[in-house]
């Protein structure tokens, strides 16, 4: 009879869980371009799998079911465009998927370490998703920070109160702090920019705004992850940047497009090849 290593056991048990995870992980569509990691498939499966990260960067569904019977079908049918609802974009499956994505993620980063969270939130409404985050935020081991206002100049569709802005709300892992590109920049918490006027995704975001919060809340070769990847705009700003970037999208055709879009991006010049220098106060005298 051998005698029995605590150790020796739980190093082979940590091997054989590690062994499991690589090959459930290998069973997604992956594709790799340059820094990016891109994965088909449903975040919920794919993000307990995955290594840590420095910060989540996402725009995950409003539970507005847009795009189904709404307005913004209506004006779809009217440019001619295809009408198909979003996934897991009404008001019950949104709040299950976020909820499972926000625990996934705090487990992903460093433990009492800068760490940057940035998710949109829709507002309006008897239950404004922006408010619902910020509270899930505190409770899966997030602390909420701050919000950014994203005015997009001109109203959208709807009746009365008609919705100009977005909100990114911004946080950090529990007893962490946040994670900045430079500590001492002064960022405005408004940005103001029009939405894409091409867009391959209903609710894609415009490269310059994810250019800015991706560059505010990471440092080079930072991993940035993207939950809800859509058309890949945050793989986009990552590869101009210089960033690492890990996208999940469950949707095949986004997922596609997403691919082509990094791709092209990472055949441009980089931005910065380096961070850029930070200014320095001249003497007076």
Known sequence: MTDYDPAENSRKSYDVAIDAMREKLASFRCERIHDATLYLGDCREILPLLPRVDACITDPPYGNANHDGDYNASL?????????????????????????????VVNLMPKAASAGCCFWGGGGGPTPVFAWLANRMDQKGLQFFHSVIWDKRNPGLGQRYRRQHEMIMVAHKAGGRILWNEDDRLVPNIRSMMPPRE?????????????????????ANSVVLDPF????????????????????????????????????AYRQPRLFKDEPPKPKQEALI
């Open 76 to 104: 779809n049918e009217h440019r001619g465009i295809e009408n198909k609802p979003i996934a897991n974009d009404t008001a019950e499956t949104m709040r299950e998927v976020v909820d499972a994505m926000l625990a996934a």
């Open 229 to 264: 990847m859509g058309s890949g705009t945050t793989g986009v700003a990552c590869a101009k940047l210089g960033r690492k970037f890990i996208g999940i999208e469950l949707e095949p055709k986004y997922f596609d497009i997403a691919c082509k879009r990094i791709d092209d």
């Open 199 to 219: 867009r391959s995704h209903p609710n894609e975001k415009p490269v310059e705004l994810l250019l800015d919060v991706v560059g505010t809340h990471s440092r």
